[in-house]
């Protein structure tokens, strides 16, 4: 491929507040690839994927101006652009589109801007590339255990099941010459009328042409796994792949969260070779390293009028009263109390909630001990931390929260279940509290590990996503869970603060997307075309 021929365009479909186009746009400085159409029908997500997609035209075309961009993220203005960059602001709008995919109107708009895109290039052999995931609830296993409590539900009438179509049809209209793929881990069992949809899907993105129905013969594709030497092709069997080797442990590859997702890259068989880069492997990171120098904050009381007072009043009581019962147990609980003890004592040293934007102060660095970790994440323009603001809980909560996270800080592990939330009035009011299915109910996440999944469960409450550290007896912010899918500090979430728990959840980490991208780069750059 012509390097006069770059940057590559990307479509970015089911494109959320744009994890995935994060990582391909930002590969060698935004000069390797870029994002020509994104589509997104959540229409708060949306303005976090338009609001990205106007700075990074700001950076590739007017790199000067963009000052408008840093004053609004610091609270100077009120809108994120200028007379000198409001042009931008509109083509970021036809960048990115608000549209429902697989509806008549969505696909209309998406094929117009695809044809527009397409039609830029330098020539049909110019390469270009296809990203994105469709909706994941109808394959997580905690989408299908609802799922099943619900009386008339049918998998093979939930329209979610096959969104993926929509893709298809997209890689079967426009060839693209390679595609990137990303679901949840239980997609591999997923089933409808007792067949495995994950094999549907192979069979069918390896051949779209015959998925569809189509009688013109167009191009095949090998799917390709990033982190194995598998690659399923048109006429293969999918019973006799391990089809696990399509799953990607985030943690593995310097993302501070253990994440497990398939992410499939489809080769067009006339681009494929043999030998394709895999993703290297790297060195571990924590959650302490992702967060711990984010400035420390409290939580806030959801039930009783807020202040600092009362809070250190409220919460150092409730954990008092916890280290007074634990120095009465007979069981391993008991060497809790002392530590109860002195974090009820010290508990308003930290009596600061956040705020969408926290003013920083000098000592406040963020950094993670990790140069590579700090030079994607770290933005010196910015004289605030951006999502960082705590939410509220009830106190009873609070306590369980303290607990958690001093019972981790003395094991290295979060309590588990009823056995060890076995103090007075620390059990929650669930009549099936001991039938052991929340045994996670109350999880911290462990400071020297890289955290659990974040999900989009995120928005709906803070009891999976415990700060470890028992003063700020608190759940995690929209910050620190964008740093733990290693979101860039200046990546700023729109929205109320569910929305933007919910847009992080259902991210693709960034900088993982980022090492997926030079692999496809490396193999684009290689093709005679």
């Not at 008549?104 to 044809?115: F, P």
């Not at 194995?228 to 006429?235: I, K, P, V």
């Not at 492997?281 to 924590?286: A, N, P």
């Not at 409450?461 to 995690?476: A, E, K, T």
Request: hydrophobic letters at 35%; a neutral charge.
């Amino acid at each position: 491929m012509s390097t006069t021929s770059l940057p590559i365009p990307i479509v970015d479909l089911f494109a959320g507040p744009g994890g995935l186009g994060e990582g391909f746009s930002s590969l060698k400085n935004g000069n390797a690839f870029q994002i020509a159409v994104s589509a997104e029908k959540d229409p708060i997500a949306h303005q976090t994927l338009r609001l990205r997609a106007f700075y990074r035209l700001i950076c590739s075309s007017r790199p000067g101006k963009l000052g408008d961009y840093y004053r609004f993220c610091n609270g100077q203005t009120e809108i994120p652009y200028s007379d000198e960059t409001e042009d931008l602001w509109h083509k970021a709008g036809k960048e990115a589109m608000c549209i429902e995919i697989g509806s008549v109107d969505g696909n209309a708009a998406l094929d117009t801007s695809i044809h527009t895109a397409l039609d830029k290039r330098e020539s049909e052999q110019h390469p270009w590339v296809l990203i994105g995931g469709p909706p994941c609830q109808a394959y997580s296993l905690v989408g299908r255990a609802r799922n099943k409590g619900k009386a008339d539900y049918k998998a093979e009438d939930d329209h979610r099941h096959f969104l993926y179509r929509e893709y298809l049809r997209i890689i079967q209209n426009y060839q693209p010459d390679i595609f990137v793929m990303e679901n949840v881990k239980g997609i591999l069992s997923s089933t409808i009328n007792g067949h495995k949809i994950f094999h549907e899907i192979l069979k069918d993105l390896a051949n779209p042409d015959a998925a569809l129905g189509s009688t013109q013969k167009g191009q095949c594709y090998r799917i390709v796994s990033l982190v194995s030497n598998q690659a399923f092709c048109d006429g293969d069997d999918p019973n006799k792949f391990d089809l696990t080797k399509y799953i990607i442990r985030a943690e593995d590859y310097g993302i501070p969260q253990a994440r497990h997702r398939v992410i499939l890259l489809g080769i067009r068989e006339d681009r494929y070779k043999d030998k394709l880069l895999k993703l290297t492997r790297q060195g571990t990171v924590s959650v302490k390293d992702a967060i711990g120098e984010l400035p420390p904050l409290r939580s806030l009381l959801s039930k009783e009028k807020d202040s600092n007072t009362l809070w250190e009043e409220l919460v150092g009581k409730e954990l008092q009263r916890l280290a007074e019962a634990a120095s009465r147990s007979d069981d391993a609980v008991k060497n809790l109390a002392p530590h109860l003890q002195k974090i009820s004592e010290n508990i308003g040293l930290v009596l600061t909630t956040g705020n969408v934007r926290l003013p920083r102060k000098p000592d406040s660095t963020g950094k993670t001990g990790h140069d590579y970790l700090d030079k994607w994440l770290l933005d010196s323009h910015l004289n605030v931390w951006l999502n960082h603001e705590t939410r509220g809980h009830r106190i009873d909560d609070l306590g369980r929260y303290g607990y958690a996270a001093t019972f981790a800080s003395v094991h290295r592990r979060s309590p588990k279940g009823h056995k060890e939330f076995n103090l007075p009035r620390l059990a929650p009011a669930h009549k099936n509290w001991e039938s052991g299915k929340f045994s996670d109910r109350f999880r911290v996440q462990i400071k020297d590990n890289p955290s659990t999944t974040i999900t989009s469960h995120i928005s709906k409450d803070g009891h999976y996503f415990i700060h470890y550290d028992p003063i700020q007896c608190r759940s995690l912010t929209v910050r620190e869970a964008a740093r733990l899918q290693t979101f860039p500090d200046n990546y700023f979430f729109q929205g109320g603060r569910t929305q933007q728990y919910h847009q992080v959840g259902n991210a693709v980490p960034p900088l993982l997307a980022n090492q997926i991208a030079e692999i496809v780069y490396n193999t684009l750059i290689t093709l005679d075309i």
